[in-house]
């Protein structure tokens, strides 16, 4: 392996996911990350898409769901899932209601109101923002994604699929009318997309339409993440076995998924030389056997160390400063 050569990713990139096991460092590290790109003279919007959000906690700074200003060249959003899902549906609202009759409206309403709670909403409502922003990055050089711990992730990243198979079901209702499910099959994973409108009368048509532009939309973004020169995958983990462990697991779903993987940062390294004796000695050895083990299961990917830090890192300064170990030799 070789040390991981943030700078080049942040000059290169166009996207950038930060993922990893819950509580590894992730914010920090998309913080540090965006700030030194945004430092390199790069525009970058840095993205939380995890429900419980950290990312104002470490600026030390409100966010939220517009983007804010956090430094020069440096702005930050925080997309609220549940936000999402009613802009979602009101925005499914008013594209069908154009297109359905009075009755069906009524069963449009319960759907609606069924598909709020239904697993897989909130997904299908993140999906949708984040494939937007992917899609359509304004005057960003560089999009950075803070991701929610790494399952979840990656049930994000077989985007289409799901999306298919829930707005499936917020359709079923609508099967009833056999044209619209000709149409709707097209929707399928799997089947061309790219001829949606073979078949079906025109309401139909006009019903399933923004549903593929979706599709494409989705199908974009994921072109954009297997895309090794405009995007990878950073993941963040400890030396720690459960991290390790899963870190691994989500690589291999990467690989499968064909969503290139950037490196890894190894966090809350000890320093050499730490304790000379007794408890921290000990767990200086186990670390070192853990790292050990890092380096052969990640043998081809490239690594970099951060040192655990004396404190938390919460603020503008402190950031920028563990930013530096970002890219130090
Ligand atoms: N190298 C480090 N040294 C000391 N403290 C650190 C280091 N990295 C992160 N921390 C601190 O650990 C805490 C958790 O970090 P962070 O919020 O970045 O983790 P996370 O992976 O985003 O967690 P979650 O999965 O909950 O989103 C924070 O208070 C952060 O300041
Ligand atoms: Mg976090």
Redesign the pocket.
């Known amino acids: 392996m070789s040390l991981l050569d943030t700078e080049k990713l942040l000059a290169e990139k166009s996207l950038l996911m930060v993922g990893?096991k819950?509580?590894?460092?992730?914010?920090?590290?998309a913080s540090a990350l965006a700030l030194r790109a945004s430092e390199l003279g790069r525009r970058v919007l840095l993205v939380s898409t995890?429900p419980?959000h950290?990312l104002a906690d470490?600026f030390d700074a409100r966010i939220g769901d517009r983007e804010t200003p956090l430094a020069e060249n440096l702005a930050g959003l925080e997309i609220d899932p549940d936000a999402e899902v009613d802009a979602y549906l009101e925005r499914v609202r008013r594209q069908m209601a154009r297109h359905i009759s009075p009755v069906q409206r009524d069963t449009l309403e319960r759907q609606l109101k069924l598909s709020r709670e239904s697993p897989g909403a909130q997904e299908a409502a993140l999906l949708e923002r984040i494939s937007a922003l992917v899609d359509d990055p304004g005057d960003r050089d560089l999009l950075i994604f803070?991701t929610a711990?790494t399952g979840h992730t990656l049930r994000l990243l077989s985007l289409p699929e799901i999306m298919s198979v829930w707005m499936e079901g917020l359709l079923q209702q609508n099967r009833r009318s056999e044209k619209l499910g000709e149409v709707l099959a097209h929707l399928t994973p799997g089947r061309d997309l790219d001829s949606p409108t073979a078949g079906g009368d025109e309401r139909s048509r006009a019903l399933a339409e923004p549903l593929l532009e979706r599709q494409g939309r989705f199908r974009r973004t994921r072109r954009c993440l297997q895309d090794n020169r405009r995007s990878g995958f950073i993941f963040?983990l400890t030396a720690e076995r459960l991290p390790i462990l899963e870190t691994a697991r989500a690589v291999e779903n990467l690989r499968e998924a064909k969503i290139p993987v950037a490196g890894l940062l190894v966090?809350?390294v000890l320093p050499d030389g730490v304790g000379e004796g007794g408890f921290l000695r000990a767990r200086k050895e186990r670390e070192l056997r853990l790292l050990q083990d890092i380096e052969q299961r990640f043998a081809d990917l490239d690594r970099r160390h951060?040192?655990?830090?004396p404190?938390?890192?919460?603020g503008l300064d402190a950031l920028r400063r563990f930013s530096r170990l970002l890219h130090s030799p």
Not at 22 to 29: E, F, L, N
Not at 306 to 309: I, V
Request: charged share 25%.
């Open positions: 990893g819950g509580g590894v460092g992730k914010t920090t590290a995890d419980a950290s470490a803070d711990p963040v966090n809350r951060l040192p655990l830090q404190d938390d890192i919460h």
